[in-house]
Nanobody
Framework: VQLVESGGGLVQPGGSLRLSCTAS????????MSWVRQAPGKGLERVSR????????SYADSVKGRFTISRDNAKNTLYLQMNSLRPEDTAVYYC???????????WGQGTQVTVSS
C-alpha cells in the first residue's frame, strides 16, 4: 500500500488549497478513505472521510462548510478542497485508508499546511 499526499504549502488566512492523495498497491475503489490532521503539539483529528463510492461523507465540526472531500476512483486519487483557511488549520495532513468506516489502516507520509500572514 502506498499513499502519497501533495498540495500542501503556505497560504494566507482566507485562502484555499487543494490536497491530493494518489493511492497504489490496493484496490482504491474498495475502501473508504479519510483525511486526518495533526497540529503542532496536539493530537490527531479526523478532518473528513468518504465512502467507497464517494456518495457519503462526514466532516469534523471545525471544518464543516469550508472543506470538501472527494475522490476519483478511475484515477485512484483522494482530494481535500480547503477554503476559507484559518491559522488553526495549520497542521500536517495525512491521507488514510480505512479498514472500515471508523478504523484507520494505512497512512501516507503527510503534507504540511501552514496558514499564516
Amino acid at each position: 500500500v502506498q499513499l502519497v499526499e501533495s498540495g500542501g504549502g503556505l497560504v494566507q488566512p482566507g485562502g484555499s488549497l487543494r490536497l491530493s492523495c494518489t493511492a497504489s498497491g490496493f484496490t482504491f475503489s474498495s475502501y473508504a478513505m479519510s483525511w486526518v490532521r495533526q497540529a503542532p503539539g496536539k493530537g490527531l483529528e479526523r478532518v473528513s472521510r468518504i465512502n467507497r463510492g464517494g456518495d457519503t461523507t462526514s466532516y469534523a465540526d471545525s471544518v464543516k462548510g469550508r472543506f470538501t472531500i472527494s475522490r476519483d476512483n478511475a484515477k485512484n486519487t483522494l482530494y481535500l478542497q480547503m477554503n476559507s483557511l484559518r491559522p488553526e488549520d495549520t497542521a500536517v495532513y495525512y491521507c488514510v485508508k480505512l479498514r472500515d468506516w471508523s478504523t484507520y489502516d494505512d497512512w501516507g507520509q503527510g503534507t504540511q499546511v501552514t496558514v499564516s500572514s
